[in-house]
């Protein structure tokens, strides 16, 4: 037995001993999504929290995904390993903001990607992942003025998609996504001409990858823009020899388990989010011996941000 099997024997009998679930996001560790009782994107894992029958979840994410899954589930406790996971592409809107900006567009209707702070959620009128964002347009009547907040890169996707012109965008984005840019995936799509590219909707270079079809140098049907949930999918059924990967690098874990006779490259392999990465198998122990890093939505808040979080479970597959 060596250091990783006693650590996670350890980690599954704490849990046990806890009553606890534990879930663990796309962009996890290896060892973390490993040990998890369920791995998977945003949406999966909010709608998982929402009917979980544990009285702890565990969550190996980041803060607003521990916050989402609290006001989902809120007599549940909800721990997040370590509270100081935070998330670049959160903090570029505050409640303050969106509030002003209701002000400058009345009757808009307002969309919020689920990587926003609880707080941002309560002034939503319906939240989404990257699973099921055009969905989540597409359910709001077409003559409707949209705020989308707060990717500026999932915001001109859903537009492309959608076709919607009335849609304002936040111009936010995430630190990761947005350094996987047109010049990283131009290079590896030069470099690699038969290879299929799933790109997430987060990503500087969603809108290249289009490019790269418009002008024909990657075939359409070897392109596709998907959550971390979705290329997990299009991974279990692809023939191709080799797939390029337009995401945080944490995903590549769960991709080349699902099919070994593909192989999975990262178009950028500095895409790491070191705030899924504070989640360590130490910092995994001490929340499941101590009950540490337990996350509390105010009442108030939670009660108006759960009507918008309610939405987005509701929709999309
Ligand atoms: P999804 O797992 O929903 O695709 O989200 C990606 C992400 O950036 C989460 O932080
Ligand atoms: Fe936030 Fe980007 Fe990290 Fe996802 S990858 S948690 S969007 S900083």
Redesign the pocket.
């Known amino acids: 037995v060596n250091a990783s099997q006693t650590w996670a024997a350890e980690v599954r009998r704490l849990a046990d001993e806890r009553g606890a679930v534990i879930l663990a996001h796309n962009?996890q560790r290896p060892e973390i999504q490993d040990v998890a009782d369920h791995t998977g994107d945003s949406l999966a894992l909010s709608r998982l929290a929402a009917r979980v029958e544990a009285d702890t979840i565990v969550f190996c994410g980041?803060h607003f995904m521990a916050e989402t899954a609290k006001i989902l589930a809120p007599d549940k406790t909800v721990l997040l390993p370590e509270p100081k996971a935070g998330?670049?592409?959160?903090d570029t809107i505050s409640a303050e903001d969106v509030r002003a900006w209701k002000a400058e567009h009345p009757g808009a209707v307002v969309v919020a990607y689920v990587?926003t702070t609880a707080a941002v959620k309560a002034e939503t009128d319906i939240c989404c992942t990257s699973s099921n964002a055009a969905d989540v347009i597409r359910s709001v009547p077409e003559d409707t003025e949209i705020l989308f907040l707060p990717d500026q890169f999932l915001g001109a996707h859903v537009k492309r998609v959608t076709g919607r012109e009335n849609i304002h965008v936040w111009m936010g984005e995430?630190?990761?996504?947005a350094g996987i840019d047109g010049a990283a995936l131009r290079e590896r799509a030069a470099a690699e001409p038969d290879a299929e590219l799933y790109v997430h909707p987060?990503c500087g270079c969603a809108t290249s990858a289009l490019y790269l079809v418009g002008e024909g140098t990657v075939p359409q049907e070897r392109v596709k823009v998907l959550s971390t949930g979705g290329m997990l999918a299009a991974a279990e059924s692809t023939t191709a020899d080799k797939v390029l990967i337009a995401t945080?690098t944490g995903m590549l874990h769960q991709l080349r388990a699902a099919n070994p006779t593909t192989s999975f490259e990262p178009v950028n392999p500095r895409a790491e989010?070191h705030?899924?990465k504070m989640i360590t198998g130490e910092k995994l122990l001490e929340s499941l011996r101590t009950g540490s890093g337990e996350i509390t939505v105010d009442e108030r808040t939670a009660e108006r941000a759960r009507r918008s979080v309610e939405r987005m479970i509701a929709i999309g597959t």
Do not use: D, R
Not at 87 to 90: I, P
């Open positions: 962009y980041v998330c670049s592409l959160a990587n995430c630190h990761v996504h987060e945080e989010c705030y899924m």
